[in-house]
């Protein structure tokens, strides 16, 4: 099958008639009771792949509900639909393009044909050419306009040339090479452009334009801003190419912006955004970490590659969870996916997954152009433990909504403090064992009397006292968030994202939903500033231009 050409709709199968009347059989279902007669659920529900431990077992589900969801995944031709996308076939239909984002990690020696042409010499090629950039800057021998050593890179982009290069930069951190700071530059908002530059060092400061259009407003207006602070900082036009460099599939608009031609590393329309860091969009990382680790990130992208595409569906760590949260999402009524790092470096893996998760999966019409008949991507949210507790784990734990959960928890932390990691760890399990087991009515009377409360205080509180309980999670166990496992990590999601699409018969790789604001956008700046008049726009949108005209009038 040529997966492009859409998918049957999955409510039409067979499976999913089976997948429904299995969910109402399971109305009655009790994670405690589960647990107290299956000794083996732990087991059963387990498994390793790349470094990762994933313990599901705190799921709502029984040997048949992994039976059906995987019945599903066969009857929706989600193996071809896999093969395709790793064989660089045109998942991505409405902008007739493969999504590739596996070629980068592949090691040499393999193949990887677009149009007929291979790929892979050309990906190791920029990587050699990142590694000549990074070598010449970690060994001053890239040396800005006054000749001093480069000390701070600003990664100027956003969306997927961002999020993905700054969450793995931060997780990463205890692999800091010496000498090279990180920074990101991504909103169009001047308090961040002031925030970012007041630390830097013009002299010492190199501009990483990251842009896959090289056409987006925010990257280009703050390029032209750090251009402009470069050069009132005492930077000449002359040495602007050794503080100004890009990586782009838009070579032509770099060298109109004034990046040297020998400054601008290449991108491949057949990767997308957010699915980027791979490739020289990672630079960032690169230079943070040094190229061996940047490579070793590859390599545990690659491990969870050949793992989806050689493992059966059941021992399958992104089947699973893909197939797990479509049960939550088209079965049980969820409409969000908490994500939920205990560990401060993946303190930014969130927004990441909301890039790559809702951007991808935001979408309700098939390939084909047909409406989808079910829901399709969640609401990604949640941070750090513990904060969260302490925020809004309340309405996990008591709120009327069902929120499935991702807990992710290193075994070592990086920073060892006295007990600190234990209680870290602790928390995590002991929050995805409160939201299983709850507190009944009776343990809670008994919890209140045990207190020795009168009986009318022991019924007037023992109701908010209760805890449902029942609440799925999955927990990812990583020994240590280093470069190979947290390759794997993102890899993992990445192709949960992948298998849900392929599932729902959506494409994961368009965007055009984003596109619509920002045409707008420019009709709005337009009449902000004067050169167009508001007449045309609805009379909310007339009324706040009007306000804030009125304002800056005043
Ligand atoms: O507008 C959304 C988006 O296109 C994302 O998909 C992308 O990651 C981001 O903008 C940045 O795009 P670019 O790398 O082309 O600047």
Same mark, same amino acid.
Request: aromatic fraction near 10%; proline fraction near 4%; hydrophobic fraction near 40%.
């Given at each position: ?25 399971? /109305? ?14 732990? =087991?059963? +529900? ?43 076939? =045109? ?13 980068? @990690?592949?090691?040499?020696? $393999? ?5 007929? $042409? ?38 100027? !982009? ?20 010496? !000498? ?46 750090? @251009? ?65 680790? +940047? ?28 197939? %797990? ?74 709120? =009327? ?15 060892? %403090? ?41 019924? /007037? ?30 890899? %993992? ?48 949108? /007339?009324? %706040? ?10």
């Amino acid at each position: 099958m040529a997966y492009y050409q859409t998918p049957p709709d999955i409510t039409r199968l067979p499976a999913w008639q089976a997948l429904s009347e299995h969910r109402q059989a399971m /109305r009655a279902f009790s994670l405690r009771e589960a647990f107290a007669e299956q000794p083996q659920r732990f =087991t059963d +529900f387990s498994l390793t792949a790349c470094g990762l431990f994933l313990d599901y077992s705190k799921n709502l589900i029984t040997e048949d509900t992994v039976a059906l969801l995987m019945r599903l995944a066969r009857e929706a031709g989600l193996e071809d639909a896999i093969q395709a996308q790793l064989d660089g076939e =045109t998942v991505n239909a409405s902008e007739r393009r493969p999504a590739l984002h596996t070629a980068l @990690r592949r090691p040499i020696g $393999e193949q990887v044909l677009v149009n007929g $042409e291979d790929v892979m010499p050309d990906v190791h090629r920029v990587l050699g050419q990142m590694t000549d950039l990074v070598g010449r800057i970690h060994n001053n021998l890239w040396r800005g306009y006054s000749e001093k050593s480069i000390t701070d890179v600003v990664n100027i !982009g956003i969306g997927g040339s961002f999020l993905g290069p700054e969450l793995v930069s931060e997780a990463l951190l205890p692999f800091a090479q010496r !000498g090279v700071r990180c920074h990101y530059l991504a909103n169009i908002d001047g308090s961040e452009f002031r925030e970012v530059t007041a630390r830097l060092n013009a002299e010492t400061t190199l501009f990483i334009v990251s842009s896959k259009s090289f056409n987006t407003l925010e990257t280009l207006k703050n390029a032209q801003a750090a @251009r402009t602070w470069y050069l009132a900082s005492g930077g000449s036009e002359q040495k602007l190419y050794r503080h100004f460099i890009a990586v782009t599939s838009n070579r032509q608009a770099a060298i109109d912006f004034g990046i040297s031609e020998k400054n601008i590393f290449p991108m491949w329309d057949w990767v997308g955004g957010r699915y980027s860091l791979w490739s020289a969009i990672g630079l960032p990382t690169a230079l943070a970490i040094g190229m061996a680790n +940047f490579k070793e990130l590859l390599t545990g992208a690659y491990c969870m590659d050949q793992h989806l595409r050689e493992t059966p569906f059941e021992q399958n760590m992104p089947v699973l969870l893909a197939m %797990l949260s479509l049960w939550y999402s088209n079965f049980w009524g969820a409409q969000s996916h908490a994500f939920l790092p205990y560990d401060h470096n993946l303190r930014n893996f969130v927004k990441h997954l909301q890039q790559l998760d809702m951007e991808s999966n935001g979408k309700s019409v098939r390939q084909d152009g047909s409406p989808v008949t079910c829901s399709t991507g969640p609401v990604i949210w949640g941070g750090v433990g513990c904060n969260g507790q302490h925020a809004y784990h309340q309405l996990l734990h008591q709120g =009327t909504l069902l929120i499935p959960a991702d807990f992710i928890v290193p075994v070592v932390s990086y920073n060892p %403090l006295a007990d600190h990691h234990h209680w870290l760890y602790a928390n995590c399990l002991s929050q995805s064992q409160a939201l299983m087991l709850g507190k009944t009515r009776a343990e809670a009377e008994a919890e209140l009397r045990a207190q020795g409360l009168s009986e009318e205080e022991v019924q /007037r509180l023992a109701p908010h006292k209760v805890i449902p309980g029942n609440r799925p999670s999955n927990t990812l166990v990583v020994e240590r968030i280093d470069p190979r496992r947290l390759g794997a990590l993102v890899a %993992l999601y990445e192709h949960k994202v992948f298998v849900q699409s392929a599932l729902w018969g959506i494409n994961a790789f368009d965007q055009w939903g984003v596109e619509l604001g920002k045409d707008l956008g420019r009709n709005v700046y337009q009449s902000l500033v004067g050169s167009q008049d508001a007449n045309g726009e609805d009379a909310s949108t /007339r009324g %706040l231009i009007e306000y804030f005209r009125s304002r800056h009038r005043g």
